[in-house]
Nanobody, 116 residues
Framework: QVQLVESGGGLVQPGGSLRLSCAAS????????MRWYRQAPGKERELVAF????????TYADSVKGRFTISRDNAKNTVFLQMNSLKPEDTAVYYC?????????WGKGTLVTVSS
């Protein structure tokens, strides 16, 4: 079965960096686009970054453009989110997402807290 397991979250000061990872299994990873979403307390889940199956194209939410970078390693079935210049408003649970056979799959998320 499809499984997505996020890791790498934690507490970081404003201006700091974190690198999130999402390990995928149960499907042919290199065939599918991947996404990172986040959900802040009291807010709706929002799309943060998208990467095509080959990694040849990426898109970002305006709020993270220039600070976050999505990438993937198809040999390791893993997608990453490098987050730099973090702000308190980046505090959220970050989720990995994909669509396989028209069904949406989510990981359980990893908490990122940006605070001094």
């Amino acid at each position: 079965q499809v499984q997505l397991v996020e890791s790498g979250g934690g507490l970081v000061q404003p201006g700091g960096s974190l690198r999130l990872s999402c390990a995928a299994s149960g499907f042919t990873f290199s065939t599918y686009a991947m996404r990172w979403y986040r959900q802040a307390p009291g807010k709706e889940r929002e799309l943060v970054a998208f990467i095509t199956n080959t990694g040849g194209s990426t898109t970002y939410a305006d709020s993270v453009k220039g600070r976050f970078t999505i990438s993937r390693d198809n040999a390791k079935n893993t997608v990453f989110l490098q987050m730099n210049s973090l702000k308190p408003e980046d505090t959220a649970v970050y989720y990995c997402n994909t669509f396989v056979s028209s069904q949406r799959y989510w990981g359980k998320g990893t908490l990122v807290t940006v605070s001094s």
